[in-house]
T-cell receptor
Framework: AQSVAQPEDQVNVAEGNPLTVKCTYS??????LFWYVQYPNRGLQFLLK??????LVKGSYGFEAEFNKSQTSFHLKKPSALVSDSALYFC????????????FGTGTRLKVLA | NAGVMQNPRHLVRRRGQEARLRCSPM?????VYWYRQLPEEGLKFMVY????????ESGMPKERFSAEFPKEGPSILRIQQVVRGDSAAYFC??????????????FGEGSRLTVL
């Protein structure tokens, strides 16, 4: 069965510092991995995805994520956090074959402090 | 190109009433997903539909909940005899029909159901 774990409910970081939001996954076969961001009372916005190829993927708003197959992780990173990055972040996984179900983690609330 | 449209954005129902949530996918998208988000929780998969077909409803409660995606018109998530525990935000997402392509989902703004 597919699953996603986001071990941190909340991450606090000072503005200008690098940020990391963690995600680990479990899926049969190759994974398709995604990061989304949700602002209060809004829908989810796509940030980036890993399908195949380079392990480091770049996305919107300066975010990037690194796929690590041996650790089954897909951590979200940004070199320099902005206060406006404060939001709820979701990691999601879909198996490459046999299913079209996207499974989301429980979310990590990022708080960037001025 | 309009995004995923959900309505109503907010819905208040009394216990025992019915709630109907509608979702119009993005133009050209024929795959629709419904998710439920409870306060302070993540997104829980409910159902995945293609036009006129339910593909995976493994996340749907066995009773009171149903979903459809007719040939014409929006997808409908129907909750009969609502209870307070149904209060949540319900999100619809769509994706294009390219088989096997791991495209991202496109989400609507959600429908927030409050059961009194």
């Amino acid at each position: 069965a597919q699953s996603v774990a986001q071990p941190e409910d909340q991450v606090n970081v000072a503005e200008g510092n690098p940020l990391t939001v963690k995600c680990t996954y479990s899926v049969s076969g190759n994974p398709y991995l995604f990061w989304y961001v949700q602002y209060p009372n809004r829908g989810l916005q796509f940030l980036l995805k890993y399908i195949t190829g380079d392990n480091l993927v770049k996305g919107s708003y300066g975010f990037e994520a690194e796929f690590n197959k041996s650790q089954t992780s897909f951590h979200l990173k940004k070199p320099s956090a902005l206060v406006s990055d404060s939001a709820l972040y979701f990691c999601a996984v879909r198996g490459a074959s046999g299913t079209y179900k996207y499974i989301f983690g429980t979310g990590t609330r990022l708080k960037v402090l001025a | 190109n309009a995004g995923v449209m959900q309505n109503p954005r907010h819905l208040v129902r009394r216990r025992g009433q019915e709630a109907r949530l509608r979702c119009s996918p993005m133009k050209g998208h024929s795959h629709v997903y419904w998710y439920r988000q409870l306060p302070e929780e993540g997104l829980k998969f409910m159902v995945y539909l293609q036009k006129e077909n339910i593909i995976d409803e493994s996340g749907m409660p066995k009773e009171r909940f149903s979903a459809e995606f007719p040939k014409e018109g929006p997808s409908i998530l129907r909750i009969q005899q609502v209870v307070r525990g149904d209060s949540a935000a319900y999100f619809c997402a769509s994706s294009p029909p390219t088989a096997g392509d791991a495209g991202e989902l496109f989400f609507g703004e959600g429908s927030r159901l409050t059961v009194l």
